[in-house]
């Protein structure tokens, strides 16, 4: 028995540590905006790697905790930001098609700069910005147009292209019924001041026979070229790190997108082989060790 309780607390301490989790919030444009915080050594000063998940996703998603989980067993530390999506202290959980969508694409470069600030505020110096998905474009776009001075680096993990031609024959084959009209009068609805009037009945990114705002429907289907990810890369001033998967069939033809832009100065790609748009299991792995090496280089 004494030697149990000499070799066991030994033991324990040559287990690896783990980060600790914890919820924050902060307030921002009259909502509640809540993230997940995963603290490593780094904490606070950095580098810290500031997280935007995918289209009505969540900060928990499998892939946000998987590639939280990753940084921390390199020792940095993640923040993990659940995009209010217009909901107060909206919860880790997918977007509920039925509730009325009023939240626009860019109110996420809003977010983004209020945790950017949040961190300032905790005694962080470096910041990464990591976006997945849809997220990588909002990321992108933040990256582009605002200047943070605390953002070192940018990661843009299968980041969404964007084509209208495309929008339009997909919402068609999706939904069964033409886009065009649906834009033209929430465009028209905006101009007159009515951005805030819900268009019922319709299809709405991937929810079917959901409302949303003329505001909400004109800025996702914006024609708009910062909509596509690979069109702002090139204006982002910070060094750039797009992933992608070989296996990739959301964001079809990004990596033929993505090369005439990859011989610039501060953009690697680095395409992942047999990854799909989520990076599942060992891939995820991969996206962390690149980034990792992303982040440390000189």
């Known amino acids: 028995m004494t030697i149990t309780r000499l070799v066991l607390p030994f033991l324990l301490l040559m287990l690896p540590l783990h980060a600790v989790a914890e919820k924050v919030t902060l307030e921002h444009d009259g909502l509640t ?6 603290k490593s050594g780094n904490w606070p000063e950095g580098p810290i790697v500031l997280m935007t998940h995918g289209t009505l996703a969540h900060s928990g998603m499998e892939i946000m905790a998987a590639l939280q989980e990753l940084f921390a067993e390199n020792d940095i530390t993640s923040l993990a930001i659940n995009l209010s999506l217009g909901i107060d202290d909206r919860e880790q959980t997918m977007y509920d098609c039925p509730v009325t969508h009023t939240h626009r694409h860019t109110d996420a470069l809003d977010e983004i700069s209020a945790w950017a600030a949040w961190l300032g505020q905790q005694g962080t110096t470096d910041i ?5 998905s849809r997220g990588g474009n909002q990321t992108a776009w933040f990256a582009a147009e605002r200047a943070e001075p605390l953002v070192t680096r940018v990661i843009l993990v299968a980041p969404s292209t964007w ?12 939904y069964q019924t033409p886009l065009s009209p649906i834009v033209e009068q929430a465009r028209q609805m905006v101009s007159e001041g009515k951005g805030a009037v819900t268009l019922r009945n319709i299809g709405f990114i991937y929810c079917e026979d959901t409302s949303a705002t003329a505001e909400a ?7 708009d ?4 990810t690979p069109t702002l890369v090139a204006e982002i001033e910070k060094p750039v ?19 005439p ?8 790609l680095v395409v ?9 299991d060992l891939y995820a792995e991969e996206v962390v060790d690149v980034s990792v090496d992303f982040i440390n280089a000189e």
Request: aromatic share 10%; proline share 1%.
């Open 33 to 38: 905006l809540n993230a997940n915080v995963e």
């Open 128 to 132: 990464v910005l990591l976006g997945h």
């Open 163 to 174: 084509n209208l031609d495309y929008a339009v024959s997909d919402y068609e084959k999706r």
């Open 217 to 223: 429907v004109a800025s996702y289907y914006a024609d």
């Open 225 to 228: 070229p910062r909509m596509n």
């Open 241 to 259: 790190l797009v992933i992608a998967g070989s296996e990739d069939n959301v964001v079809a033809g990004l990596i033929e997108a993505m090369e």
């Open 261 to 268: 832009f990859a011989s610039r100065d501060g953009v690697e």
């Open 272 to 280: 992942i082989d047999g990854a799909d748009h989520f990076f599942r």
